[in-house]
């Protein structure tokens, strides 16, 4: 299985930015789909982001559509979810996950631990 450790989570002002990073180790993630979901105080996990193996394909949940980017660099076994334009709605913890196929199909076989996003207004 492999394992994944985010990073970059942190306290930012409303309106401003953060990437976060997802480093996988154990094995290549080359040939997985990945993904970025959250989980609001108190709230169940949500879907943010997902990205096909090759990054050709992406997907984005509506209410981050057009402030968020997913992306990710096989060489490195590395994903990244660039967030612009900030708010107070986007505070959670941020986990990144590895999808069972090579495109996106929500088929979850490995999370991380999660990194924590808080937005001040």
């Known amino acids: 299985q492999v394992q994944l450790v985010e990073s970059g989570g942190g306290l930012v002002q409303a309106g401003g930015s953060l990437r976060l990073s997802c480093a996988a180790s154990?094995?290549?993630?080359?040939?997985?789909?990945m993904a970025w979901f959250r989980q609001p105080p108190g709230k169940g996990r949500e879907f943010v982001a997902a990205i096909s193996w090759s990054g050709a394909r992406t997907y984005y949940a509506d209410s981050v559509k057009g402030r968020f980017t997913i992306s990710r660099d096989n060489a490195k076994n590395t994903v990244y979810l660039q967030m612009n334009s900030l708010t107070p709605e986007d505070t959670a913890v941020y986990y990144c996950a590895a999808d069972e196929t090579n495109t996106w199909r929500g088929r979850i076989d490995s999370w991380g631990q999660g990194t924590r996003v808080t937005v001040s207004s």
């Open positions: 154990g094995r290549t993630l080359s040939s997985n789909a």
